[in-house]
């Protein structure tokens, strides 16, 4: 016993390396690549102290080479994910005791061991499992889920702090408990840090988890696994399963243990499990927690006082950084007439000089999308665009799927601003412009805020204070991250928690203490030092 009252150490967001030519961080990645590029590997699954393996197996390729092998993964039948959901129950007990400080030393440990000795691992993985380039990988895989630990860590002791008020001869207290049974976490793709944080972040709180990985990002899935597992996590805290996402969602979803999902990934998908919760309800001990961070369809809005070079770039890095496969990439454009065609040039420009093909090689700013579903969404858009009297494209607009999955950078211009690629979720590297009079200034914002379903990020450009005010105000209940003279990207943990409402998610801001809040169920004991002895109040007395 501690007998101590301990501060954990004060988070610092962790630096970014620029992997410049020579530098030692570049050899150790490209290397680490390499040899990972020429090998294949088996991936298990990992249930309670077991890696499992099964007759069902999937092979592992790099988008940007999609013939190229570089490893199997083992397919849950329904008998593992009920073994992972008593992996899970049976681990709760030890786990939730534990102190809390120990659980904190846990993750701090991982967050070191990515910092350092799995640095270059986690990150070539990334690259090779999602083709992220370096500078993607590294601001994902390392920094941004090194910070979600640290930080996490130093909000959940801020939360164990927040403690009532008490009065003379009472003293009130909150013990934050985990959840009673077990917490589901679905992570997506395009993120090894959401993928990372989704389960770290609810076993943190002292909760015990199943956790389903996307199918396209299992490579870089088992490093952090590996990373978990050396960083003293105990068996059973985060069970990790593969396979048919409706077969383990319908399974977990079954269970009168569970108690919460931390879902991230599609709208739809999501609205379908919460149907399936809701269709569940009289079947749980519990009303499950639902946290949810998913689609967007994110607007830069310049202002005729925008500079014209500074609103390019952030179309550039904002729409097309990643292949556009970020939930908060720029995909819906408004420019003002003025200043339209002077960015429009700029971007072609820009886009001239932009190289693609495999991350491996560091002069790439544009590597593949994910898979085939994603290359033929793409093309299929690209081709109705090409079709269309509304729109027409302007930049960009080949592809080609012979090595990689590539989507040449693609920009779109229509006179619709309802347009289907203003309104829906393309996910790729495709942005859409619309034109409008300057002086529709303040029409153009009510309709980029009843344009799409989603409210996840947007930007605003401009030099004029009272545009950027009437911005903030007509676009309130637009974005949950609202940039002024910046994309629309690019948000750090600790500094900007991220996450959006309507349809893009429950908003519960990823990288913040309202996250963490979401994983306890908070008791309140009340303990009186003199207990009363008479019922009868004072105002009895005749
Ligand atoms: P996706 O919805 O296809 O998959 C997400 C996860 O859900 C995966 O693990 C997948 O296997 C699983 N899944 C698929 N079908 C399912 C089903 N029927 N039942 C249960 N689970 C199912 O998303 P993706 O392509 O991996 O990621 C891209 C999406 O994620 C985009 O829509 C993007 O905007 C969103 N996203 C949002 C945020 C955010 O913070 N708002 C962050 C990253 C990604």
Redesign the pocket.
């Known amino acids: 016993m501690a007998n101590s009252v301990f501060n954990v150490p004060y988070p610092i967001n962790e630096p970014v390396l620029d992997y410049l030519p020579n530098s030692s961080e570049r050899k150790a990645v490209l290397d680490t690549y390499n040899i990972l590029f020429n090998q294949t590997i088996e991936v298990p699954m990992r249930i309670g102290n077991q890696d499992i393996k099964t007759e069902n197996t999937e092979t592992l390729q790099p988008p940007h080479d999609h013939q190229h092998k570089i490893g199997l993964y083992h397919k849950a039948e329904k008998k593992h994910i009920n073994a992972a959901i008593s992996a899970a129950l049976n681990a709760r007990e030890k786990w939730s005791q534990l102190e809390w400080t120990s659980r904190a030393a846990i993750f701090l440990r991982a967050a070191e061991l990515i910092a350092g000795p799995y640095r270059a691992k986690i990150n070539a993985a990334t690259m090779l499992a999602q083709s992220k380039t370096i500078h993607q990988a590294e601001i994902d895989a390392a920094c941004e889920l090194i910070d979600f630990l640290r930080f996490n860590v130093y909000f959940m002791q801020e939360i164990y702090e927040n403690q009532p008020e008490s009065s003379p001869g009472i003293w009130n207290r909150i013990s934050y408990r985990p959840l009673e049974g077990f917490i589901y976490a ?6 090894t840090a ?1 993928a990372g944080n989704l389960c770290a972040s609810v076993a943190m709180m002292g909760n015990t988890v199943v956790w ?6 299992i490579y870089s899935a088992q490093v952090i696994m590996e990373i978990f597992r050396e960083a003293g996590l105990p068996d059973g805290v985060i069970n990790m399963v593969f396979g048919d ?2 077969m ?2 319908d399974t977990i979803l079954e269970s009168p243990d569970f108690s919460g999902i931390h ?8 609205k ?2 919460w149907a399936k919760i809701g269709a569940n309800i009289q079947k749980y001990k519990t009303y499950p927690r639902i946290v949810g ?4 369809k994110d607007f830069i809005v310049a202002h005729p006082s925008a500079s014209p070079r500074e609103v390019a770039t952030g179309i550039v890095r904002g729409a097309f950084e990643f292949q556009g ?4 990439a720029a995909s819906r454009i408004y420019l003002p007439k003025s200043i339209a065609q002077e960015i429009i040039n700029f971007v072609k420009q820009d886009l001239e000089s932009i190289s693609m093909g495999s991350p491996a090689n560091f002069e790439n700013f544009v590597t593949a999308v ?1 898979h085939k579903g ?1 290359f033929d969404r793409l093309v299929n858009a690209i081709e109705q665009v090409k079709k269309d009297s509304d729109a027409e494209i302007l930049i960009g607009g080949t592809y080609n799927d012979q090595k990689g999955y590539f989507i040449e950078p693609t920009v779109v211009i229509t006179t619709n601003p309802k347009y289907f690629t203003m309104e829906k ?1 393309l ?1 790729g590297p495709v942005a859409t412009l619309f034109v409008f009079d300057d002086s529709d200034w303040k029409n153009t914002l009510t309709l980029i805020d009843q344009t799409s379903e989603y409210a ?1 990020t947007g930007a605003v450009y401009s030099n004029d204070r009272y545009a950027i005010e009437e911005a903030l105000q007509a676009l309130e209940n637009s974005a949950g991250n609202f940039y002024i003279n910046d994309k629309p990207t690019g948000a750090v943990v600790g500094q900007q928690p ?3 409402a309507r349809a ?2 429950t908003n519960d801001k ?1 990288g913040s203490a309202a996250n963490l809040m979401r994983w306890v169920s908070p008791r309140l004991i009340k303990e009186t030092f003199i207990p009363a002895k008479d019922y009868r109040y004072p105002f009895l007395k005749s």
Do not use: R, Y
Not at 263 to 270: E, H, P, Q, Y
């Open positions: 679905i992570s997506p793709f395009n993120f959401i389903k990985p996307s199918d396209h990002q996402p409706v383990i969602t879902f991230t990934g599609s709208t739809d998908i999501f379908g499990i961070e998913t689609g967007g496969q970020k939930c908060s994910i994603s979720e996910f996840l991220f996450g959006g893009s998610g990823a």
